[in-house]
């Protein structure tokens, strides 16, 4: 069962851009990464999905290196409103099982 | 749009009593899941059902059972309440997923905030 790390917290600055890495050093093969955003007083919502390499969306990119033992959801030009907690998923298939680990979450605080 | 309810946004209960929580998704979603939310632990997946009649154990499914017997509906059971059970609980659903995980978006209620005293 991968086990997920992520840093608990992190704070940034308008129009930058934002790096936020989840480990989970025993992933395996058939596994990938999801990222969700999280807001106060609401559950989270799907940012982006991979399994290797690069994957974008108009919201963000997520970079899985070769042995996948990390992953870095990238965000750019953040602003205020992407303050919010975010969640790196692993997802372990097995037939119609899976396993869901979570990270702990990284709260992620844009400053003016 | 997928829309996911859950019965409630907050309740108090009391130590030893049966609690329901429960769970509507409105978009014929084969897959739904319980999770329990707490500080510093992040989200912590209790069951999860991938077709009617069906449930799989999570990883905390210890003093929660859940029933499903139809397709829209996930239910919560707490059979007996205990107040290390206050927590967030948050339901989800996502279609069906190939082998290859082609998508597996989750599509998360607001929670349920139950507090046990």
């Known amino acids: 069962l ?3 790390t992520q840093p608990i917290s992190m704070d940034s600055y308008e129009g930058q851009e934002v790096n936020i890495t989840c480990s989970h050093n025993n992933i395996a ?8 955003q999280q807001f106060p007083s609401q559950g989270p919502r799907f940012i982006i999905q991979g399994y290797k390499t690069k994957v974008t969306n108009e919201v963000a990119s997520l970079f899985i290196p070769a042995d996948r033992k990390s992953s870095t959801l990238s965000l750019p030009r953040v602003s205020l409103s992407d303050t919010a907690v975010y969640y790196c998923l692993v997802v372990a298939l097995s037939g119609s099982a899976r396993q869901l680990t979570f990270g702990s979450g990284t709260q992620l605080t844009v400053l003016p | 749009d997928v829309k996911v309810t859950q019965s409630s946004r907050y309740l108090v209960k009391r130590t030893g009593e049966k609690v329901f929580l429960e769970c509507v998704q409105d978009m014929d979603h084969e897959n739904m899941f319980w999770y329990r939310q707490d500080p510093g632990l992040g989200l912590r997946l209790i069951y999860f059902s991938y077709d009617v009649k069906m449930k799989e154990k999570g990883d905390i499914p210890e003093g929660y059972s859940v029933s499903r017997e139809k397709k829209e509906r996930f239910s919560l059971i707490l059979e007996s309440a205990s107040t290390n059970q206050t927590s967030m609980y948050l339901c989800a659903s996502s279609s069906f997923i190939s082998i290859a995980g082609d998508t597996d978006t989750q599509y998360f209620g607001p929670g349920t905030r139950l507090t046990v005293l």
């Open chain 1, 2 to 4: 991968a086990k997920t």
């Open chain 1, 29 to 36: 093969t058939n596994d990938y990464i999801t990222w969700y």
